[in-house]
């Protein structure tokens, strides 16, 4: 009898290996496709506009060098390059009228340390040589100081320029030629900057007044000027779906001005 129950169990338990054995080759092993990376998008503004204010920005085809910024008043400024696509002219307009040159010079084939500045001379209708100023640089590649220089090569203000860890401008140290010196100190947030995929903004910013513009990766939160309090700046955005600034609303002396921003994408 006791044979007969041990044969009994054997058989059972050799019929649920059978089964258990046959469920594990007809079960499908599900395979997770990994997710596909995040696409990044990145973009250059074309259009700035407020109360009247517009600004258009136009780029080389293909490309995100800046050719050209105009205004609705009639100012406009062309950036021309030479063969290896480096800044060689600036040129500014008033009503389709040539009045500033900048030419850009490089000390070897890759940087560019010394900009040459031209005004337009209405009694002798020619272009005259108002100074220049010159560019060091850090270990970085980032602008570290510039030299301003008078039409007589004199020189008339030295500017030290500082950066935090992340690549944003942080203090700039004006010293003019009497050793009087002023601080002016920058803070960013964490967004995409404005202006960051433009090519060449550490150079035209010291050409233009446009707070967009200014050399850095994010955008400007606040701007303090030490010695001037009335010139303080502050700066308040509202981001798009990929972290740009799509408005900006810039605060000075109690005044406020809104500024909507439209893009392309590279």
Same mark, same amino acid.
């Given at each position: 009898?006791?044979?007969? /129950?041990?044969? #009994?169990?054997?058989?059972? +338990? *050799?019929?649920?290996? @059978?089964?258990?054995?046959?469920?594990?080759?007809?079960?499908?092993?599900?395979?997770?496709?990994?997710?596909?990376?995040?696409?990044? /998008? /990145? +973009?250059?503004?074309?259009?700035?506009? $407020?109360?009247?204010?517009?600004?258009?920005? =136009?780029?080389?085809?293909?490309?995100?060098?800046?050719?050209?910024?105009?205004?609705? *008043?009639?100012?406009?400024?062309?950036?021309?390059?030479?063969?290896?696509?480096?800044? &060689? @002219?600036?040129? =500014?307009?008033?009503?389709?009228?040539?009045?500033?040159?900048?030419?850009?010079?490089?000390?070897?084939? =890759?940087?560019?340390?010394?900009?040459?500045?031209?005004?337009?001379? %209405?009694?002798? #209708?020619?272009?005259?040589? !108002?100074? +220049?100023?010159?560019?060091?640089?850090?270990?970085?590649?980032?602008?570290?100081?510039?030299?301003?220089?008078?039409?007589?090569?004199?020189?008339?203000?030295? #500017?030290?320029? &500082?950066?935090?860890? &992340? $690549?944003?401008?942080?203090? @700039?140290?004006?010293?003019?030629?009497? $050793?009087?010196?002023?601080? #002016?100190?920058?803070?960013? %947030?964490?967004?995409?900057?404005?202006?960051?995929?433009i090519c060449y903004t550490q150079l035209l910013a010291f050409e233009f007044e446009h707070w967009f513009l200014s050399y850095c990766i994010n955008n400007l939160l606040n701007y303090r000027n030490q010695e001037f309090p009335l010139e303080n700046v502050d700066f308040n955005y509202e981001y798009n779906a990929d972290g740009y600034p799509s408005k900006m609303i810039i605060t000075k002396n109690k005044n406020i001005q809104s500024?909507?921003?439209?893009?392309?994408? !590279?």
């Amino acid at each position: 009898m006791s044979n007969l /129950k041990h044969y #009994h169990f054997s058989a059972l +338990f *050799a019929l649920l290996l @059978v089964l258990a054995c046959k469920k594990n080759q007809n079960t499908k092993i599900e395979i997770i496709a990994p997710e596909p990376p995040a696409i990044i /998008k /990145k +973009f250059i503004p074309i259009k700035l506009e $407020g109360s009247g204010l517009i600004i258009n920005l =136009k780029y080389m085809e293909n490309t995100t060098l800046l050719t050209e910024i105009s205004e609705a *008043a009639g100012v406009k400024a062309l950036i021309i390059y030479d063969a290896d696509q480096y800044p &060689s @002219v600036l040129e =500014k307009y008033q009503r389709d009228k040539l009045i500033y040159k900048t030419y850009y010079r490089k000390e070897d084939k =890759k940087t560019i340390n010394k900009m040459l500045m031209f005004d337009y001379n %209405d009694l002798q #209708h020619n272009f005259s040589p !108002i100074g +220049f100023y010159t560019l060091s640089y850090n270990n970085l590649q980032q602008v570290s100081t510039i030299n301003y220089y008078n039409k007589s090569d004199q020189l008339t203000n030295i #500017h030290i320029q &500082s950066y935090t860890t &992340s $690549g944003n401008l942080s203090a @700039v140290n004006t010293i003019n030629n009497l $050793g009087s010196t002023n601080v #002016h100190t920058y803070i960013f %947030d964490q967004k995409n900057g404005i202006a960051s995929n433009i090519c060449y903004t550490q150079l035209l910013a010291f050409e233009f007044e446009h707070w967009f513009l200014s050399y850095c990766i994010n955008n400007l939160l606040n701007y303090r000027n030490q010695e001037f309090p009335l010139e303080n700046v502050d700066f308040n955005y509202e981001y798009n779906a990929d972290g740009y600034p799509s408005k900006m609303i810039i605060t000075k002396n109690k005044n406020i001005q809104s500024i909507k921003i439209t893009y392309k994408s !590279i």
